[in-house]
């Protein structure tokens, strides 16, 4: 039996809209110490990790290990019927047909219960070894989000350019090229805003725009991004949540002949 | 000529001839093989030298004074098919002076040569669709390209040639219609090749009448030839009993066959009616006032929009591209006019029929460029015409908008930077992740 209740549904909220446009159906694998979900996209170019753990819970009990085989864009609808400040509960049964959302007023009397289909879906779990990255960029989400709705207008591939003073967002488009270069900064009064960069060696790499305009859907989960790349390996972007994360695994492009 | 084409041209007419058992006439294998219809024609001699015995030439014999029957009428320059190459001979001794002997076409010997046009049709539609007939073919094939009748065409709408205009006259009797309709002065010359065709009609002592065909750029009253025309008529009135013997005689080479439809003869007559209203002014070509020559212009132009186009109107036009464009040409010089008229008075011309004027104008304009240079048709006699069309004007735009296109490109093609990215290729998660 699962039983979780979020203090606000913002949260599961924002978790669904950051994941449905890259993912459409995923598992969401309950165990004692929180919800974990880990899918991949059709093209198996993007990878989401998201750990919800008991801690974002206000009330969270789960027995065994269930699996909810959720279609994203039924949950997302249903999601969105209750306020942001209602209080969510999600029930499951133990081998659960359906998964019970209720929301609860937390000024009036007034209790949502939605009931949603599961489904049964095969996921091959992929195995992410601890990574090392070569360099880590720390960042305002809202500040990376705005840098690639900007450079994805040029072209289909943005380009992260390492260097030890600097990160370089590049993009060279058939009608014209555009660089956003961002120094490391500390803003000691306001943390979320600063800008670090650490770097073990110069990285220079090439991602989908597409694919990083759909991570920066995650941007309202934080309010700053964390970017680990390394050396023709899989970048990470990771929004940390109050108790977890979204992580997003990028595969970068490389050259045809390489 | 090369070695390699003769060889070319042996394994074509034997495979067309021999093996297909389908003619072969000197300007396909001209086209065929892109060599001058005089190598052509060597060709199939060639050919038929050897292979006697499997194919039969049709001569094309050129010569004087050939004469049908022994009391035949003895004509100019003939040039005679002959089908049946035992006959040539024959044919040979009806010419006093032959010019030349040449292979028309070659058929397999037990093809029925009886369908000789159907042989020549199918040919030339063979031909045709092989290669364009543009300049460089031309020369390639050994033509001698004619006069470009275009030019004589813009030379009449600007410098008011008269002896364009006969050409134009004859040459394309289509093209008058739009040209009557319009411009004062333009219906004015046409006036004139009227009465020179009347003339050769009639006697040929009227070698007082001015030649406008010979002088393009003198002018010559009307009045006074339309003085001496109503000379003209009476004189062949009173002579006609004695004159049309006379006429028959005239052998039929001299005189050009000149194809007027009928179908266009009403307007003639209205602009003769509106020419004769503005006789006055005619005798001072130099500076014709602009106003009334404008007023005419707007006259002959509304009356555009009066005609009813039937079908078989619109077919002849749409058959002879040339016109078309010589009447959007001179729409468009009319338009010039209009607007210069239209600042001079605006209460001629009501306004909408303008607009129409400049929607009709702007359609023609775009249908231009889509106009091929040289134009190949079947006259009604079965002739190959060729018709050279003057090069529109917006091309020039055209190929300046391509240009800009390729510059564009080959920028990008040198800046290496956008195809450094889209060269890339993605990779998949699957390559840096195991399966648990």
Not at chain 1, 56 to 82: A, M, P, Q
Not at chain 2, 49 to 65: C, E, F, H, R, T
Not at chain 2, 205 to 217: G, I
Request: glycine fraction near 4%.
């Amino acid at each position: 039996m699962l039983e979780g209740k979020f203090e606000e549904s913002s949260l599961m909220k924002k978790v669904v809209d950051a994941i449905k446009d890259s993912v459409k159906l995923c598992n969401f694998n309950c165990t004692e110490h929180g919800v974990t979900v880990q899918a991949v996209d059709d093209s198996r170019v993007l990878l989401i990790s998201l750990l919800i753990g008991e801690a974002s819970f206000e009330e969270y009990r789960c027995d065994r290990n269930i699996t909810l085989g959720i279609d994203l864009e039924s949950f997302n609808k249903i999601i969105k019927n209750g306020n942001s400040s209602d209080f969510l509960t999600l029930i499951a049964e133990d081998s659960p047909d359906n998964v019970l959302i209720i929301f609860e007023d937390k000024k009036k009397d007034r209790v949502s219960e939605y009931s949603l289909k599961l489904m049964d879906l095969d996921s091959d779990f992929l195995q992410i070894d601890d990574m090392e990255f070569d360099a880590t960029i720390t960042m305002p989400s809202s500040e990376f989000a705005k840098i690639t709705r900007d450079l994805k207008t040029l072209s289909e591939s943005l380009q992260i350019i390492v260097t030890k003073e600097n990160v370089k967002f590049s993009s060279d488009g058939d009608f014209g090229t555009g660089n956003v270069v961002l120094k490391g900064f500390v803003d000691m009064d306001k943390p979320d805003e600063s800008i670090k960069i650490d770097m073990a060696r110069p990285i220079n790499l090439t991602f989908g725009a597409k694919y990083i305009a759909d991570i920066v859907k995650g941007t309202s989960l934080s309010e700053s991004v964390t970017i680990k790349l390394a050396d023709k390996s899989p970048a990470l972007f990771e929004y940390k949540l109050p108790s977890g994360f979204l992580r997003f695994y990028l595969a970068p492009k490389f050259d045809e002949e390489e | 000529m090369v070695m390699g084409v003769e060889i070319e041209s042996e394994r074509f007419l034997a495979n067309r001839v021999l093996v297909d058992g389908i003619s072969v006439t000197y300007k396909l294998l001209s086209r065929k093989l892109d060599v001058s219809i005089s190598d052509a024609k060597k060709l199939l001699y060639g050919f038929y030298q050897s292979n006697k015995d499997k194919v039969a030439p049709i001569y094309l014999i050129a010569g004087y004074g050939y004469s049908e029957g022994s009391e035949g009428l003895k004509t100019g320059l003939t040039v005679r098919l002959i089908r049946d190459a035992s006959k040539l001979e024959e044919v040979k001794a009806k010419f006093d002076k032959i010019e030349s002997i040449q292979v028309f076409a070659l058929l397999p010997l037990q093809n029925d040569i009886s369908e000789l046009n159907n042989v020549i049709q199918t040919n030339n539609d063979e031909a045709i669709s092989l290669a364009a007939l543009d300049d460089k073919n031309y020369v390639k094939w050994g033509y001698i390209s004619g006069i470009s009748y275009t030019e004589e065409i813009s030379d009449d709408v600007q410098g008011k040639s008269q002896a364009a205009l006969v050409a134009e006259s004859k040459l394309s009797p289509a093209v008058k219609q739009p040209v009557t309709a319009k411009k004062h002065d333009l219906a004015k010359e046409k006036e004139s090749p009227q009465p020179t065709k009347k003339q050769n009609l009639g006697e040929d002592t009227k070698s007082a009448t001015p030649e406008p065909a010979k002088k393009p750029f003198v002018y010559v009253s009307r009045k006074n030839q339309q003085a001496q025309q109503q000379q003209q008529q009476q004189q062949q009135q009173q002579q006609a009993p004695a004159s049309r013997p006379s006429n028959r005689n005239v052998p039929a080479a001299k005189t050009h066959p000149v194809y007027t439809s009928r179908k266009i003869k009403p307007d003639k007559v209205v602009i003769s009616n509106d020419v004769d209203e503005n006789e006055d002014d005619d005798m001072e070509v130099d500076d014709i006032p602009k106003k009334t020559k404008n007023a005419k212009n707007n006259k002959d132009l509304l009356s555009l929009f009066d005609d009813d186009f039937d079908d078989e109107e619109n077919a002849d036009h749409t058959s002879k591209s040339q016109p078309i464009m010589v009447s959007s040409e001179t729409v468009k010089d009319e338009k010039e006019d209009l607007d210069d008229q239209m600042d001079v008075d605006n209460e001629d011309i009501p306004n909408p029929r303008d607009e129409i004027l400049e929607n009709q104008q702007e359609e023609e304009e775009e249908e231009e460029p889509e106009q091929p240079k040289v134009t190949t048709e079947y006259d009604e006699d079965g002739y190959l015409v060729t018709k050279a069309n003057k090069k529109p004007e917006k091309k020039p735009e055209k190929k300046q908008a391509q240009r800009k296109k390729t510059q564009t490109a080959s920028t990008n093609t040198n800046n290496g930077g956008p195809h450094n990215t889209n060269k890339k290729k993605q990779a998949s998660l699957m390559a840096f992740f195991g399966k648990k």
